[in-house]
């Protein structure tokens, strides 16, 4: 999210300023809740930033002086996205300098390291949906965003499938709908042709019945349930969503099979930017790590 930041912050358009200010704070976030982790803080979804960063800073005190900048950025990028606020390009060039220097502090602090030692992404557990970050990364190295992207979404797709595996009683609301919907139709044309006094008409409906069960639980359709309901299932797990929709709006769509053997769908004319396979790793690296912290907090108080 920082790069992501960085990348915006370059550009004087107003919607680029708005994306600083919100790719920073994410930042800000994703560093406090994983250095309070390292610490073996646990964090409750109902903290807000500054209660993380007063746990934060009581743990190291050299901290404290951030606290103040960076709940003024927490404060602006509220505005930002509920009033629509645009912040000045001063506004924006003061916080690029603050987040910066409070990342550097806090893992200097914390782990004792250099921010260029660090990788978020070697705190992700999973292996396959790491090794795919990992590629990913690599990829916007080598400045070949289309790899990048693609990488990063097998890796969601992945992580995603593995986490409901993980959860316990976790039926997905796509299957849920998909199979209420099947339900009430055919059991509807079941009892239509139960009653119907022609034979003709009888397996008609049955036929329709059938028909109605097999293209509900098709490919094409299942996928579309998924578009539609995916949004709801993250969301319960603090996933933001206006990420989510542009992350969307980016990534081709992955379907991940029962033995994690995986089929990307790329759209004719599909190419995107660097800058938006940095917004792409950034948010699936957070999410994933977000999705671990409450397994990880689930288990701990199971």
Not at 168 to 173: A, D, G, I, L, Y
Not at 176 to 204: D, H, Q
Not at 259 to 279: C, H, M, R, Y
């Amino acid at each position: 999210m920082l790069a992501d930041a960085l990348q915006h912050s370059k550009q004087n358009l107003p919607t680029a300023r708005m994306r600083c200010v919100l790719s920073l704070d994410h930042a800000v976030e994703i560093i406090v809740v994983t250095l309070l982790s390292e610490l073996g803080t646990a964090v409750e979804r109902s903290w807000s930033l500054p209660k993380m960063l007063e746990e934060l800073s009581e743990q190291h005190k050299a901290l404290k002086p951030h606290r103040q900048p960076i709940e003024r950025l927490r404060r602006v990028r509220d505005r930002v996205q509920h009033d629509g606020i645009v912040p000045s390009p001063e506004d924006v060039r003061q916080f690029v300098g603050q987040v910066e220097a409070f990342i550097r502090d806090s893992i200097r602090e914390v782990l004792g390291k250099e921010l260029e030692e660090c990788s978020l992404v070697s705190l992700v557990a999973d292996e396959q949906a790491r090794e795919h970050l990992i590629n990913s990364e690599r990829a916007i190295a080598r400045n070949d965003p289309r790899l990048a992207v693609r990488e990063a979404a097998i890796s969601f797709a992945l992580y995603w499938k593995h986490f409901c595996t993980r959860v316990r009683n976790h039926w997905s609301w796509n299957d849920r709908l998909v199979n209420s919907f099947s339900y009430a139709v055919t059991s509807a044309a079941k009892e239509v042709a139960r009653k119907a006094t022609e034979k003709g008409i009888r397996e008609s409906w049955i036929s329709f019945a059938r028909e109605v069960d097999y293209q509900l639980t098709s490919l094409r359709n299942q996928r579309e349930f998924t578009r539609l309901v995916r949004p709801l299932e993250l969301a319960q797990f603090g996933i933001d969503m206006t990420a989510y929709s542009r992350f969307q709006r980016i990534v081709p769509d992955v379907l991940v099979a029962v033995n994690d053997e995986v089929l990307v769908e790329e759209i004719p004319g599909w190419s995107p930017t660097q800058q938006d396979a940095l917004f792409v790793f950034d948010f699936v690296t957070a999410a994933l790590l977000q999705l671990q912290d409450w397994l990880e907090v689930r288990d701990e108080y199971a």
